[in-house]
């Protein structure tokens, strides 16, 4: 199959998701039974705070604005209460559904069970989901480790655990009467004995080669290491064997089937003692590394001065996605991120050749992710997009579920930049989101954005909105409604006259009028100068000749 082809076929199950990951991991049309091959989630960690999202500024630095992208406080209310009773009835897991019960006996209607009630469906639904081969990493930290370790020994069995991870995510902190909290757990469990793995290796530390090896006379690090073994009971006999008409030592075995001892002669790297027992000959230069242990201290989290930093809270390092999925899956199989925020999981797969499936439940989180994909893969990521609107009933579905989301999703489509957390009130009042444009280098003007998502529109909100553009110094304002405008707000925008850009000498409306419905169908887009980008980019990945290669 030529090259190209069998990318898109890789790429066939991309997908973005929008909306809770329990009602999408329910749909048994996009996850049945045993379809995916490797699952890593980052949920909130109960970690009682609220995370908001960081734009960047023009000089590229980190601006003072922050949008609330997700909170992660969690309350007994009757929505949980509801879930929780949904669960005990109806899940057909028996132990997890007695752990759970014991846990709400002794947690009763805390915060934590109020945690632990979201996360105990969602986690039965990922094991369902997963093939028999697949794997599953849970990121966490202290705060409820301890429980949902026991709810994932209770869903996968204690035997299919396999790791704790500890991920060492900062160098230092200074907590009050406390050692400094430095580290993550990330679980690693298997849905059976049968997982993928790929050994992975570290580089030997400093030093290394010098002290366990020696130089031959080309210059190339060398050792010798014993073919032979200590003999466990009456030892196997397939290690043995007459080799060379030697048997191994009493108490000890050879190390190797005859067939590998073989081989290693074939390659020509056995070296005999004097007495004529055998060594295995290995070269510095053909050792893979160390084995990966289970504490990563080598992968640095992404800090304010890092490239790949998006702005979003919480974002992993894609080397620690990379590493994780490189040892649990293989290229083509299909890895999933129930919780995927600004994408550092479908980032890591998509770099490796692998298929992805990346939910979020915000707006926002989805609308980074597209940026990141495009910024980074450009046309190689191809994804299909569910979940958000793709008309106009769609549109109202979800301005009535959802006002916020709506919004953000409403400003996505002219490419604006929600405002920052708070505002919309006092001097604020009747900013949605913005849109920045260049008039010089140091010269950034901007227009106002205001979503509608309800009905009564009418010329009133065109005035006012004019009103907030003179005071706000901006060069004009976009209006985005749900409802078709009045003739009334259409003459009082037309009314309102244009603006002329002084680095382009062109004309915009002032005040332009877009109806959901006609940005939609192509029938009407934003007249505005090119613009500036609001959000942070991600880099360029080279070419994915890489996963060609690879295949
Ligand atoms: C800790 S962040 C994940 C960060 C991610 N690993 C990254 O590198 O960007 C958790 C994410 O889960 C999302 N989330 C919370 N509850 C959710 C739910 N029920 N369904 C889908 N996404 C959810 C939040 O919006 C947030 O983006």
Redesign the pocket.
Known sequence: MPALLLLATLHGMNRLLFG???KWLRDRNIFPDSSVDLVYL???FNSNATYNVLFKEASGEASQAQFH??TDTWEWTADVDATYAEFVDNCPNASVVELVEALKKFLKTSPMMAYLAMMAPRLVELHRVLKPTGSLYLHCDPTASHYLRLILDSIFAAKNFRNEIIWKRANAHNDPKKFGRISDSIFYYGKSDEVVWNPQHTQYREGYYESHFKLDKDGRYFRTVPLDAPRHGSGSPALLYEWHGKKPAASRTWAVRREIMEQYEREGCICYTKTGTPTLLQYADEMPGVPLQNIWTDIPPVNPQAKERLG?P???PVALLERILLASTNPGDLVLD????????VHAAQKLGRQWIG????YL?INLIKRRLRDAFGEDAQFEELGNPTDIGGARRLAEQDKFQFQHWALSLVGARPLREGDGKGADRGVDGLLYFYEGKDDRAKLIVQVKGGGNVSAKDIRDLLGTVENQKAMGGVLITLEAPTKPMVRESIGAGRYKTKLYQKEYPKIQILTVEGILNGTERLEAPPQANPFAKAEREAKQQKQEEML
Do not use: M, S
């Not at 129930?338 to 999981?345: D, Q």
């Not at 939910?359 to 915000?362: E, G, M, R, Y």
């Open positions: 809770d990951n329990l980052d949920p909130p992208a997700f979003y919480t974002q992993k129930p919780f995927c925020g600004c994408g550092t999981t939910i979020d439940i915000t989180a």
